[in-house]
């Protein structure tokens, strides 16, 4: 059963930045889309960005094009989220997800979440 970690949270000015990472144990990432998502409380969770399995798919939510990139280095289980020119509104708790079939931003078709890391961009 493929089991993911979330890293890289924290607390960051508006306009700073933040690298999240997404690893994989007890199996490998390399069959697996992988997609970014956020969540903030009493809200519903929103998609912010997905991969393929082999990278050549990429989508992100148009809240956050321009300023995070997705990126995954197979040999390493790990997928990363870049986050540049953070803003409050980015504020949230962010979840990575893997799914056999690639679906994008659609959360419905991922089945293996990890536990979330709190993103917090304040003054």
């Known amino acids: 059963q493929l089991q993911l970690v979330e890293s890289g949270g924290g607390l960051v000015q508006p306009g700073g930045s933040l690298r999240l990472s997404c690893a994989a144990s007890r199996s490998t990432l390399e069959n697996y889309a992988i997609g970014w998502f956020r969540q903030v409380s009493g809200k519903e969770r929103e998609g912010v960005s997905a991969?393929?399995?082999?990278?050549?798919?990429?989508n992100y939510a148009d809240s956050v094009k321009g300023r995070f990139t997705i990126s995954r280095d197979n040999a390493k289980n790990t997928v990363y989220l870049q986050m540049n020119s953070l803003k409050p509104e980015d504020t949230a708790v962010y979840y990575c997800?893997?799914?056999?079939?690639?679906?994008?931003?659609?959360?419905?078709?991922?089945?293996?979440w990890g536990q979330g890391t709190q993103v917090t961009v304040s003054s």
């Open positions: 997800a893997a799914s056999t079939i690639y679906s994008g931003l659609y959360p419905g078709l991922y089945d293996n």
């Open positions: 991969i393929s399995s082999r990278g050549g798919s990429i």
